[in-house]
């Protein structure tokens, strides 16, 4: 079940980055919503592939920080539920 709410961005970064064990990894909310019958628009990915990176990596510590300080300054929305919409080309 998706919740009424979601959140779609933390902090300056216009995703939602995603700490584990091994490193962080963006997250982008809004793209799946795309898939169940949500409001339909093009959710902002600058930047996504920047957040990926090992624990291994030189300045880890830097991004980890940059990152739950990010944590700190959560965005959230409503979430618009739309009849389901095909292309005409595609049906």
């Known amino acids: 079940m998706i919740p009424d ?6 902090g300056d ?3 939602v980055p995603l700490l584990g064990i ?3 990894i963006g ?4 793209l799946v919503l795309r898939q169940y019958r ?3 628009f093009i ?14 990596c030189d300045n880890y510590k830097k991004k980890v920080r ?4 990010a944590w ?14 095909t292309t005409p080309e595609y049906d």
């Open 66 to 69: 940059e990152i739950l300080k």
């Open 22 to 24: 091994w490193g962080a």
């Open 13 to 15: 970064f216009d995703w």
């Open 43 to 56: 959710p902002t990915t600058q930047g996504l592939a920047q957040c990926e990176f090992a624990c291994k």
């Open 72 to 85: 700190n300054q959560t965005y959230k929305m409503k979430r618009f539920f739309t009849n389901p919409m």
């Open 38 to 40: 949500s409001r339909q």
């Open 5 to 10: 709410e979601i959140l779609y961005r933390c």
């Open 27 to 30: 997250y982008a909310p809004p």
